[in-house]
């Protein structure tokens, strides 16, 4: 675990919790925090302090800007 995984997990929810719309909840598992709107899942966060991982879900295009953008 580390601070820094700590403090961008708890960007993301808070982040994801401030956008209008978003439904937040454990469908998959009690260790994936998942945070949707309209139905749609745009971020998963684990709750696994060993494995401190966030998924967020964007379009393709974007996907590989930030691919190519970042190490």
Same mark, same amino acid.
């Not at 675990?1 to 808070?14: F, I, K, V």
């Not at 998963?44 to 800007?65: G, L, S, Y």
């Given at each position: 675990?580390?601070?820094?995984? $700590?403090?961008?997990? !708890? /960007?993301?929810? =808070? /982040?994801?919790?401030?956008? @209008?719309? /978003? $439904? =937040?909840? *454990? @469908?998959? #598992? &009690? =260790?994936? !925090? %998942? *945070?949707? %709107?309209?139905?749609?899942?745009?971020?998963? %966060? #684990? $709750? $696994? @302090? !060993? &494995?401190?991982?966030? #998924? %967020?879900?964007? &379009?393709? &295009?974007?996907?590989?800007? =930030?691919?190519?953008? *970042?190490?």
């Amino acid at each position: 675990m580390s601070a820094a995984g $700590d403090r961008l997990q !708890d /960007t993301a929810r =808070h /982040t994801a919790l401030a956008l @209008p719309g /978003t $439904d =937040h909840g *454990y @469908p998959f #598992t &009690e =260790h994936l !925090d %998942v *945070y949707k %709107v309209a139905g749609r899942v745009f971020l998963i %966060v #684990t $709750d $696994d @302090p !060993d &494995e401190q991982i966030i #998924t %967020v879900k964007c &379009e393709p &295009e974007h996907a590989r800007a =930030h691919v190519h953008g *970042y190490a």
